[in-house]
């Protein structure tokens, strides 16, 4: 009798996730403008809590696509609650073919940002074991959330070309901040793999530096001015185009999930943009002072 007192549907569990995932963005936004960027240029911290940056990166990222392809294609992916009898499932009454173009899109998107990407860098710092811990539960709730309701919650099995103006649209922008986002990614790496010299490289304004900067603690990271694209109006068009990105997605699909996830994605990157444009102006004097943070002419 107690376990059938408490048990409660998966509907309530993920009602209550979904909600507490949009609250908690906002502590996010605040608690960072308060503790800053704690990682890449933003930290010197090489203690014994740390361990390799790539590694790191690499698993923490990968929890994303594979929490989401298990939570969308399992019929209970928490079946694991109902030996307590504490949790009655979702019932899938219906297939979701048209929503696997939003987990493809998903897939893409964490194979160049959890595998290709930390891979390609020259170097990255060790990370802090918190950071990796909290970004994997963030990650795991996230996967979770879109992949049920792709899946189960409102699964979508209209063809993608029956989806109209909102479809065109958001995959259009998901494109578009994808490809920008490997892009001003590129730039930054063509930097950090530069001899230590200054002036000008390889001609022109389009991948130039004018300075070469060193972590706070003298240490051998190089961090050096990048131009060009949108590094012209923004110290971090990387942040923005993923927030486009997801944005797209978002548009594409409808899902509140995924507006969930676009604002946690802004909430966690604009107070990171702020102070790496910030670590900027102090560390190079001839900073460009029309750029803004994030946000072009904005912030």
Known sequence: ???????????????????????????????????????????????????????????????????????????????????????????????????????????????????VY???QPSRKRMHIGIMLSACMFNAVNGYLNGRWLGVVGPDTAPPGARGWRFVLGVSLFIAGFAGNIHHDNTLMRLRSKPSTSGTAGGGSGSTFNKVGRNGSGGSSRYLVPYGSMFAFVSCPHFFCEAVEWTGFAIASGLPAAWAFVLNVVCNLAPRAYFIHQWYVRTFPEYPGSRKAMIPFVF
Not at 8 to 30: A, N, W
Not at 35 to 42: C, D, F, L, R, T
Not at 47 to 72: D, F, H, K, Q
């Open 1 to 115: 009798m107690a376990g059938h007192l408490l048990a409660v549907t998966e509907q309530e569990l993920f009602d209550t996730t979904l909600h507490g995932f949009q609250v908690i963005s906002v502590f996010i936004f605040c608690a960072l403008f308060l503790v800053g960027s704690p990682y890449g240029s933003q930290t010197d911290y090489n203690g014994v809590l740390t361990i390799n940056g790539r590694v790191a990166w690499i698993a923490m990222e990968l929890v994303s696509p594979a929490v989401l392809a298990y939570s969308y294609f399992s019929q209970d992916p928490l079946s694991a609650l109902h030996s307590k009898a504490m949790l009655l499932p979702f019932a899938r009454d219906k297939e979701p073919q048209g929503s696997l173009v939003f987990v493809c899109l998903w897939m893409i998107h964490y194979l160049n940002r959890a595998v």
């Open 118 to 120: 930390p891979l390609r």
